[in-house]
Structures are given as C-alpha cells and as structure tokens.
C-alpha cells in the first residue's frame, strides 16, 4: 500500500471509524465465502459486468473530452510492475530508452519498488538518463484537491474493486500529481490497474501493451476481470492497443470481440550495442565455470520455468539426444514454478552429469556465444526475445511455432520452427544442426542480418511514436 492508498483509507476511517469497520468485516465475509463456494467461470464474469459499473462516470468523461493534438514533445509515462529480468522488461527499456535519446520527456512508473529481483534492469535505464518512479512513494498534498475534482470525488475511489483498489489510487495518485501527455502501459495486470487510473485522470491518450496470447491461456496469471475491464476500456475513444506479434493482435482481438484493427502489432527491438558476442576467452572461462565437458556441443534453453514454456519437453529432447550418446549437454538459464518438477526429471532420468541448471543469469550473451545452438519448445509465446537475441549473436535456433515465435524465426535459414509438442521434429531438427557444422554455419552468418532487417530496436520506437501520431 502507497502513500496515496494509505490517505484513502485513513480519510475514510477518520470519517466513518464505524462504518470503515463494517465494511473491513463484510469484504472478508464475502471473500471467505467466495472461497467456500467458488462461482463458475460464466458467474464470474456477469459478477464483472455488474461491477464495472464504477468505470462508467470516468469512460462518459473520456467520450465527451475529444481527443486533442498533443504537443510536439509529450510527456510519456510508461507503467509496469516492475524491472524483473522479463521479455517485456526489456522492451519497455529498450523502448523509453530510444524514446529518451529522440529528446522526448519519458518516465518509468513501477508498481513495486525496485529492489533484489524487481530491479534487474534498473542500472541499464539510470545509464541511460531515464527516470524511475514508484506509485505511491510519496504523498503529493496536491492529490486532495485533485481528487475532489474527479466524477464524484472521493467516491470514485471507493468505488474502484478491492481486489486491486491499492494499485489503482496508487497509480491515479501520480497521474493526477503530475499528469503525462500519454500513459503507455505494459502487461495485462498494468494494462487493467493503470487503464482504470488513466480514465479517471483523463489522460489524453492511453496505449495498453500486451505481450503474448490472451490472459485465458495463462490461468495462473488470468484474473476474472481481466476479459470485462478490457473490454470497457476499449469503448473510451481515448484507449489503443498494441501487441508484439500478428498471432497475439488476433488472438486478444478475437477473445475481446473487438476488430483486429484496434490492436497495431509493434515487433520486437533488439539493442544491438548492449548485446554483443563474446570472446573465446570468455567462453571458455564460461565452459569451465559451470563444468560443461570439452568438445561438448551446448544446447540452451534460457527461459522461464512455467508451464507454458514446457520445460519438461526441453528435457525430453535432452533425454533422447543423451540417449543416442551424442556429445552435448543442456544449461539453462531461468527460475520458476517448475524448478522442482525439472530438477526432479533430472534427477529420475539420470541427466544429472548432462543438464546444467544456472538459476537467474545477466550473462545471456556469454550463454548464447558459447552455445551449439538455443532450444524452445514452448506452448504459448509472445515474441521471445531470447530467440531474437541468439540469432543476432549467431546461435541457430530451434523453436516450436507458438504465437510470435513464427514471427522471429527465418524458418531454414536461421533456424528450424516446428509444431508445439511435435517432440520428434524438435529432436530431428537439433540432430541436423549438430551433425551438420555446414548447416550451422550457414544459419549462425544469417541470423544476425535478419534480425538487423526486422527488429532493429530503432524502428520499433519509430512505429510506437506513430502510434502516439508522433512522427520522430
């Protein structure tokens, strides 16, 4: 709870202490019984629509308000969670970074404070001169007035849902302090929390950034509200979308009963400077310190442990690559829910001498250098960008064909894309690679001008600009 959160609720109290207390109690009856007896997925959803309702006074304001030219130099502020070392992560930095060098006024607004792994790319964008807020870190006593004057004042606020009002006045705490131009969010949980935010300030322009298939796919990340709340703040004339793949535009599209149209795909960026191939020496100083065997081919996965990913089918194909006694072994860079269930296939299949696991690594580029080639056999993708990032440092790739990962691959000449679960394809196509040094060769040289041509992270801040109708 930010210090905007913290006034709410204490303002509230001071002014009803007995009522606060009534309500505190019946919003905990209502969650136990909830969990008691769990409603259907349908009920969820007509519970939703019923609820959003709050949203209402602050969507009929953004129809009324006609969208205004911005200035030459807008502010823009972009929100998310955090600075975790994620895909998207990095393209919010990769974005405010090429944002920040155009000479435009951009900030970086988190959810949660920076620190251990919330802060991984904090440095990259204090190199870079961007600033970095926290909702809620401090109390702005302008925010009283500003909020007397919202549709319906303070009322407004309690009528956000309880199940993410903290974030919400946290986040309209700072828009309404220091009001952007543009507020670009990013990630579906920012997306909802900073969209409800925004409509209330009146922001003039609000850009929601999804990153992959729908939420649905997820449902440890999917939060019931997630299909209503979308879906009203895609009525105000105010609201764009953006998706980094064709197959994730389509895919959210078609869940929110919305044209393709509304979602304008911006792929990938990839910061050439910040990412380039290292040297033999470290290498080898790499080889030696995790243990890999000289003369072994390196296969790497570096992704997330979660289902999605399929982890488990990464050590399949290990498996039967070891079981055919050829000479590779397996590192891979990533933590998540599945640690266990990985280290246990490891462990049962007899792996132990053959899979490395790395935990969290900032060397992604050490890795890519020293590897064979990069294995991913996820079941959903946005754009990865570990597949952008391995073919620019001349590692051929083998990924299955999920959501965007078509979009990152030169199927045949900069790595081999096969159907998610074709466990067969997967293996056959990392054999040819390994056997084939011609093979390898000819796909490392062609990775990196292919990524060059289609993610040049420069283009991919000119066509978010566009978004906004800035043109430079």
Not at 57 to 65: C, Q, T, V, Y
Not at 324 to 332: C, F, G, K, M, S
Not at 349 to 377: H, Q, W, Y
Request: proline share 6%; charged share 20%.
């Amino acid at each position: 709870m930010g210090a905007y959160t913290h006034w709410f609720y204490e303002n509230r109290r001071k002014k009803s202490p007995i009522l606060s207390y009534v309500r505190k109690i019946r919003g905990k009856l209502k969650r136990h019984f909830s969990l008691t007896n769990p409603p259907t997925p349908e009920q969820l959803k007509q519970r939703w629509l019923a609820r959003s309702e709050f949203l209402l006074p602050g969507l009929e304001n953004s129809k009324r308000d006609t969208l205004l030219p911005l200035p030459a130099r807008p502010k823009v502020l972009h929100l998310i969670g955090s600075l975790q070392s994620g895909g998207a992560e990095r393209q919010l930095c990769n974005c405010v970074i090429g944002m920040h060098k155009r000479g435009y006024e951009v900030t970086v607004l988190l959810i949660y404070p920076p620190a251990a792994e919330h802060g991984h790319y904090v440095e990259l964008l204090h190199a870079a001169g961007v600033p970095i807020r926290v909702a809620g870190k401090q109390f702005n006593p302008e925010f009283e007035t500003a909020v007397n004057q919202l549709p319906g004042g303070e009322a407004c606020l309690a009528s956000i849902p309880h199940e993410f009002r903290t974030f919400c006045i946290d986040v309209l705490g700072e828009l309404l302090t220091q009001p952007p131009d543009i507020l670009h969010t990013w990630l579906d949980h920012s997306n909802i929390w900073g969209g409800v935010a925004a409509i209330f300030a009146n922001i003039p322009l609000i850009v929601l950034s999804t990153r992959n298939v729908n939420p649905s796919h997820f449902p440890y990340l999917n939060d019931p509200y997630f299909e209503v709340l979308y879906s009203k703040l895609a009525q105000s004339p105010k609201v764009r979308f953006i998706n980094n793949s064709r197959a994730g535009a389509e895919d959210y599209a078609n869940w929110l009963g919305l044209p393709e149209s509304r979602f304008s795909v911006v792929l990938n960026g990839v910061d050439y400077q910040g990412l380039a191939r290292a040297g033999e020496e470290q290498i080898a100083d790499f080889r030696e310190a995790v243990g890999i065997p000289g003369g072994a081919a390196i296969i790497a996965g570096v992704f997330r442990l979660s289902e999605e990913k399929q982890p488990l089918v990464f050590l399949q194909v290990i498996k039967r690559l070891i079981g055919r006694r050829l000479p590779v072994v397996a590192v891979i860079a990533g933590v998540g829910p599945l640690e266990h269930a990985v280290r246990t296939f490891i462990a049962e299949n007899g792996l132990d001498a053959s899979v490395f696991l790395l935990g969290r690594r900032s060397d992604v580029a050490t890795i890519f250098s020293a590897a064979t080639l990069k294995l991913l056999c996820s079941r959903q993708e946005g754009t990865p960008n570990v597949l952008l990032e391995a073919q620019w440092l001349g590692c051929p790739v083998v990924s299955t064909q999920a959501g965007g990962a078509a979009d990152a691959v030169a199927d045949g000449e900069t790595g081999f894309l096969v159907e998610v679960g074709d466990v067969d394809r997967l293996e056959a196509s990392v054999t040819a690679l390994l056997e084939d040094p011609a093979l390898r060769q000819r796909m490392a040289e062609a990775g990196p001008a292919f990524i060059q041509n289609r993610f040049d992270s420069d283009r991919m801040v000119r066509e978010t600009l566009s978004i906004y109708n800035l043109t430079n």
